[in-house]
């Protein structure tokens, strides 16, 4: 088992949740690390929090400006004094074992990296959309949050790449490259991680109307390993599939998702409508535009 790592955490603007996350780091049941926080141009009073600290597991490094999650990681990469680089985000709480887990699963040289699980709020919580969209239960694909790489992927790899940060997908695609450089990977489903709880508003839910268009990126660049981890694509065409079922049956679908809605004790008009149906319609539009754009067959 490794028992040495670096974990690297990027932080902009939430210093909040960064305070909660680093002091549950500083409780990991682990004999040596250290904790990376590259703070990528705050300007909420996280520089000045950060300089305060005074503990030897705790290295700052300060972006003079916002070069994006990307930029962030590659930095604290490159900064890492150990093999085995673990990464979660700013706003998640990990488990006292979850270092442990993740690095005992780098059992031979081969295996670049390692996933393990992630929760929103707690194991068991019945989340509701958009809640979903931070889990990972199950281990089940490459989130930046709760993953672990061997330095051997970005030196032989390169890093993260930052056309990938816009479509939130930058740590699928790293994983996908190190896939197509004969790497393997692990699951660890006792690495957990608890994702904070969040607010979720219009403006962040649009925003995530774009990430499904990377798989038209994807499939172009790695023809022969986009599918690794099981994407939402059908045929090896279709992204989001059931997105067609529910635009053509919306018109008798909407008041039932509603009252639904309202039953769940969901209030928030705005978001609904804002997913029904205008998310629905902006990713179909998103993801067509870059298949006409990249010249790749996919709907």
């Given at each position: 088992?490794?028992?040495?790592?670096?974990?690297?955490?990027?932080?902009?603007n939430?210093?909040?949740?960064?305070?909660?996350?680093?002091?549950?780091?500083?409780?990991l049941?682990?004999?040596?690390?250290?904790?990376?926080?590259?703070?990528?141009?705050?300007?909420?009073?996280?520089?000045?929090?950060?300089?305060?600290?005074?503990?030897?597991?705790?290295?700052?490094?300060?972006?003079?400006?916002?070069?994006?999650?990307?930029?962030?990681?590659?930095?604290?990469?490159?900064?890492?004094?150990?093999?085995?680089?673990?990464?979660?985000?700013?706003?998640?709480?990990?488990?006292?074992?979850?270092?442990?887990n993740?690095?005992?699963?780098?059992?031979?040289?081969?295996?670049?990296?390692?996933?393990?699980?992630?929760?929103?709020?707690?194991?068991?919580?019945?989340?509701?959309?958009?809640?979903?969209?931070v889990?990972?239960?199950?281990?089940?694909?490459?989130?930046?949050?709760?993953?672990?790489?061997s330095?051997?992927?970005?030196?032989?790899?390169?890093?993260?790449d930052?056309?990938?940060f816009?479509?939130?997908?930058?740590?699928?695609?790293?994983?996908?490259?190190?896939?197509?450089?004969?790497?393997?990977?692990?699951?660890?489903?006792?690495?957990?991680?608890?994702?904070?709880?969040?607010?979720?508003?219009?403006?962040?839910?649009?925003?995530?109307?774009?990430?499904?268009?990377?798989?038209?990126?994807?499939?172009?660049?790695?023809?022969?390993?986009y599918?690794?981890?099981?994407?939402?694509?059908?045929?090896?065409?279709?992204?989001?599939?059931?997105?067609?079922?529910?635009?053509?049956?919306?018109?008798?679908?909407?008041?039932?998702?509603?009252?639904?809605?309202?039953?769940?004790?969901?209030?928030?008009?705005?978001?609904?409508?804002?997913?029904?149906?205008?998310?629905?319609?902006?990713?179909?539009?998103?993801?067509?535009?870059?298949?006409?754009?990249?010249?790749?067959?996919?709907?």
């Amino acid at each position: 088992m490794n028992n040495k790592c670096s974990v690297v955490i990027c932080t902009f603007n939430r210093l909040n949740y960064l305070k909660k996350c680093l002091k549950n780091l500083l409780n990991l049941k682990f004999s040596e690390y250290e904790i990376i926080i590259v703070n990528d141009g705050s300007n909420d009073g996280t520089k000045e929090f950060l300089e305060t600290l005074k503990n030897e597991k705790i290295k700052p490094i300060h972006h003079k400006k916002n070069l994006g999650l990307s930029e962030s990681r590659n930095t604290g990469i490159k900064n890492a004094k150990y093999n085995i680089v673990a990464f979660t985000d700013d706003d998640c709480l990990v488990d006292k074992n979850w270092l442990k887990n993740l690095s005992k699963e780098f059992i031979d040289d081969n295996i670049g990296f390692v996933i393990g699980q992630t929760f929103y709020i707690k194991k068991g919580y019945q989340g509701y959309f958009p809640e979903r969209l931070v889990s990972n239960i199950g281990a089940k694909w490459p989130m930046g949050c709760n993953i672990a790489f061997s330095k051997k992927v970005f030196e032989k790899c390169g890093y993260f790449d930052d056309l990938f940060f816009k479509y939130n997908n930058e740590d699928s695609e790293m994983a996908i490259r190190a896939i197509s450089k004969n790497f393997s990977f692990k699951r660890s489903f006792n690495a957990v991680v608890y994702h904070q709880k969040i607010n979720w508003n219009t403006k962040s839910l649009l925003k995530s109307a774009i990430n499904p268009s990377v798989w038209v990126i994807l499939k172009k660049k790695y023809p022969k390993h986009y599918l690794h981890f099981n994407p939402p694509i059908k045929f090896g065409l279709f992204i989001n599939i059931k997105d067609y079922f529910y635009i053509l049956t919306l018109p008798i679908l909407l008041p039932l998702l509603l009252i639904r809605y309202l039953i769940n004790g969901k209030k928030d008009l705005k978001i609904f409508f804002t997913k029904w149906p205008i998310l629905l319609i902006l990713r179909r539009y998103l993801i067509y535009k870059e298949a006409i754009k990249n010249r790749v067959i996919i709907l």
